[in-house]
């Protein structure tokens, strides 16, 4: 990424702008619905970015990202080789601007996820709070449009614009898909941006066709991930009701002087034409984060029996104990992991078949087939409640991976969450953050790390076809430890690396050695690839 897209052309990882929604343009898949969730994390400035344990370019091209699984933070590792059209420089999935911010970070982004889901066709459909919940493990809930008056459509939608929540929405369906448009020039079956809700000041006021007079105007700012439009009705870019504004009170909600740029504004009228729903998911950055996660669950039926409506004894149940030592307000969720990942072709069909939860006075008992995530309502815990969620599984499908968590985010302080059966929660492998999710100084971690580099590189020894002068260094790469050998050769070279199992233990065979953008595996202890004259520098990464 950083050879076709460089720094001596303004090209960097965040762009010059720091991330923001403008970064990002859909490619040649479908997968609107997780651009237009980028987009919308990417809104607030601050939000998203210590969620990236590499903060730049880096010569070996490897990134690492905090991410969330099952509402769980887990560090994915990606690389930044990624398709492209030809010999173009024209990325074939999430697109590079070539103009204005040049930030690469969703092109990243994107193979990260692909990554952890399994590949990019695993990418294609999808919704978008659980794009938003895999990047930031924010709850969520949707608002069915056809439901809302204006006055309440609105009213939600202040609510959370104020409260930086992250909002998106997704157009009415149509068979056609988003090759079709509605008659606002909305795209079928799309995904959406909702960056913002504004009440502007008119020059003159206006008179509505029930012969109201107004001197205000009520716009939803929105988003295409295609980086351009398509609207083309009331307060689109072209529409004359704009010459009514100041150019201090566009300037004020982020009306652009370019047209045409992803970027438009809808009446609430408009508004309700074209969407189905709207998708809010609390950002609740400042929230505590507590989970059980169980993985290769092996509880059975006989065990630990359910008593949900599908599948009755037969299921599976775990019981849990959520206690809150203050009063605060809390968001619980369960999860199980999302359709798609699993393989396109046997996916399964069943997953979970009940949620029974006692929440002090309020109990209910939830039926019905679930994957992915179940977000409960904000509830308001008491000092000293001790509330119980069981969830029930159907484990009888043997295609269903049995991983499962349960998460709950406290306002004021972490809770407490107990197995009743006795297990033992996990996590997945992160770097640079707690159970609170705060990422911890990236600095701090590569000290952590230095110490046991220190042992590995004593025990190193290699050898070269060449006599030229060559010598390894230390160093990190996404905060892991990483080793550099540097030569002087003006030919191309053979290198020999041994590694002292003793010292290093079974991790020698998952040692990467990256020579420009090609690999070679170590096998055994022992790592042999070529150094070419026109790529002086060779990086282990060592996994």
Same mark, same amino acid.
């Given at each position: #990424?950083?050879?076709? !897209?460089?720094?001596?052309?303004? !090209?960097?990882?965040?762009? /010059?702008?720091?991330?923001?929604?403008?970064?990002?343009?859909?490619?040649?898949?479908?997968?609107?619905?997780?651009?237009?969730?980028?987009?919308?994390?990417?809104?607030?400035?601050?939000?998203?970015?210590?969620?990236?344990?590499?903060?730049?370019?880096?010569?070996? &091209?490897?990134?690492?990202?905090?991410?969330?699984?099952?509402?769980?933070?887990?560090?994915?590792?990606?690389?930044?080789?990624?398709?492209?059209?030809?010999?173009?420089?024209?990325?074939?999935?999430?697109?590079?601007?070539?103009?204005?911010?040049?930030?690469?970070?969703?092109?990243?982004?994107?193979?990260?996820?692909?990554?952890?889901?399994?590949?990019?066709?695993?990418?294609?459909?999808?919704?978008?709070?659980?794009?938003?919940?895999?990047?930031?493990?924010?709850?969520?809930?949707?608002? #069915?449009?056809?439901?809302? +008056?204006?006055?309440?459509?609105?009213?939600?939608?202040?609510?959370?614009?104020?409260?930086?929540?992250? #909002?998106?929405?997704?157009?009415?369906?149509?068979?056609?898909?988003?090759?079709?448009?509605?008659?606002?020039?909305?795209?079928?079956?799309?995904?959406?941006?909702?960056?913002?809700? !504004?009440?502007?000041?008119?020059?003159?006021?206006?008179?509505?066709?029930?012969?109201?007079?107004?001197?205000?105007?009520?716009?939803?700012?929105?988003?295409?991930?295609?980086?351009?439009? &398509?609207?083309?009705?009331?307060?689109?870019?072209?529409?004359?009701?704009?010459?009514?504004?100041?150019?201090?009170?566009?300037?004020?909600?982020?009306?652009?002087?370019?047209?045409?740029?992803?970027?438009?504004?809808?009446?609430?009228?408009?508004?309700?034409?074209?969407?189905?729903?709207?998708?809010?998911?609390?950002?609740?950055?400042?929230?505590?984060?507590?989970?059980? #996660?169980?993985?290769?669950?092996?509880?059975?039926?006989?065990?630990?029996?359910?008593?949900?409506?599908?599948?009755?004894?037969?299921?599976?149940?775990?019981?849990?104990?959520?206690?809150?030592?203050?009063?605060?307000?809390?968001?619980?969720?369960?999860?199980?992991?999302?359709?798609?990942?699993?393989?396109?072709?046997?996916?399964?069909?069943?997953?979970? /078949?009940?949620?029974?939860?006692?929440?002090?006075?309020?109990?209910?008992?939830?039926?019905?087939?679930?994957?992915?995530?179940?977000?409960?309502?904000?509830? +308001?815990?008491?000092? &000293?409640?001790?509330?119980?969620?069981?969830?029930?599984?159907?484990?009888?499908?043997?295609?269903?991976?049995?991983?499962?968590?349960?998460?709950?985010?406290?306002?004021?302080?972490?809770?407490?969450?107990?197995?009743?059966?006795?297990?033992?929660?996990?996590?997945?492998?992160?770097?640079?953050?707690?159970?609170?999710?705060?990422?911890?100084?990236?600095?701090?971690?590569?000290?952590?790390?230095?110490?046991?580099?220190?042992?590995?590189?004593?025990?190193?020894?290699?050898?070269?076809?060449?006599?030229?002068?060559?010598?390894?260094?230390?160093?990190?790469?996404?905060?892991?430890?990483?080793?550099?050998?540097?030569?002087?050769?003006?030919?191309?070279?053979?290198?020999?690396?041994?590694?002292?199992?003793?010292?290093?233990?079974?991790?020698?065979?998952?040692?990467?050695?990256?020579?420009?953008?090609?690999?070679? /595996?170590?096998?055994?202890?022992?790592?042999?690839?070529?150094?070419?004259?026109?790529?002086?520098?060779?990086?282990?990464?060592?996994?």
């Amino acid at each position: #990424m950083s050879q076709t !897209y460089p720094t001596s052309a303004g !090209y960097s990882l965040f762009g /010059s702008n720091g991330l923001h929604p403008d970064d990002v343009e859909q490619g040649s898949i479908g997968n609107c619905w997780f651009l237009a969730a980028a987009s919308a994390v990417a809104e607030v400035a601050g939000r998203f970015e210590s969620n990236w344990l590499t903060q730049d370019y880096n010569e070996a &091209g490897i990134y690492a990202i905090n991410m969330f699984q099952l509402g769980v933070p887990i560090t994915v590792l990606v690389d930044d080789l990624v398709p492209h059209y030809g010999s173009t420089y024209n990325t074939v999935f999430a697109k590079v601007q070539k103009t204005g911010a040049k930030a690469t970070w969703m092109v990243i982004l994107e193979k990260a996820y692909a990554k952890l889901m399994g590949n990019y066709a695993q990418l294609i459909g999808g919704y978008t709070d659980r794009g938003v919940n895999a990047l930031t493990g924010f709850p969520s809930y949707t608002i #069915m449009i056809e439901s809302e +008056t204006d006055i309440s459509l609105w009213d939600k939608l202040t609510g959370h614009d104020s409260e930086s929540d992250i #909002m998106t929405a997704s157009s009415n369906y149509n068979a056609a898909g988003h090759s079709s448009s509605d008659d606002n020039g909305i795209a079928y079956s799309h995904a959406y941006t909702l960056l913002g809700a !504004y009440e502007i000041d008119l020059k003159t006021p206006v008179v509505d066709a029930a012969g109201v007079s107004h001197s205000t105007q009520k716009l939803i700012k929105m988003r295409n991930p295609w980086s351009s439009e &398509g609207y083309k009705s009331s307060w689109s870019d072209d529409d004359t009701a704009w010459d009514n504004v100041e150019a201090a009170e566009q300037t004020r909600i982020g009306k652009s002087s370019s047209k045409y740029d992803g970027v438009f504004f809808m009446d609430i009228t408009s508004f309700k034409q074209s969407f189905k729903y709207t998708s809010i998911n609390y950002d609740l950055a400042d929230y505590h984060r507590e989970h059980f #996660m169980v993985l290769g669950d092996t509880t059975t039926a006989a065990q630990s029996p359910g008593t949900g409506y599908y599948c009755g004894s037969s299921c599976v149940a775990h019981t849990f104990k959520i206690t809150s030592a203050v009063t605060q307000e809390v968001h619980i969720s369960s999860h199980l992991h999302d359709d798609r990942s699993y393989p396109l072709d046997c996916r399964p069909d069943k997953f979970w /078949s009940g949620i029974k939860y006692n929440f002090g006075s309020s109990y209910d008992y939830q039926t019905g087939w679930f994957e992915g995530p179940y977000n409960f309502a904000p509830q +308001t815990m008491s000092a &000293g409640d001790e509330w119980t969620v069981t969830l029930e599984f159907n484990w009888s499908n043997d295609e269903i991976t049995k991983d499962f968590s349960l998460v709950v985010l406290g306002q004021q302080e972490n809770v407490t969450i107990e197995h009743t059966g006795g297990l033992t929660s996990q996590d997945w492998p992160t770097q640079g953050a707690d159970s609170d999710y705060v990422p911890v100084d990236p600095l701090a971690v590569e000290d952590n790390l230095r110490s046991q580099l220190d042992a590995w590189v004593s025990s190193l020894s290699y050898t070269a076809t060449s006599g030229c002068g060559s010598q390894f260094f230390e160093s990190t790469i996404a905060n892991r430890p990483a080793l550099a050998l540097v030569t002087d050769c003006a030919d191309d070279m053979e290198v020999t690396l041994n590694i002292n199992a003793e010292t290093f233990g079974a991790r020698h065979e998952s040692v990467v050695v990256t020579t420009g953008h090609d690999e070679a /595996s170590c096998v055994a202890g022992v790592c042999t690839f070529s150094l070419s004259a026109t790529s002086s520098t060779v990086g282990l990464l060592f996994n």
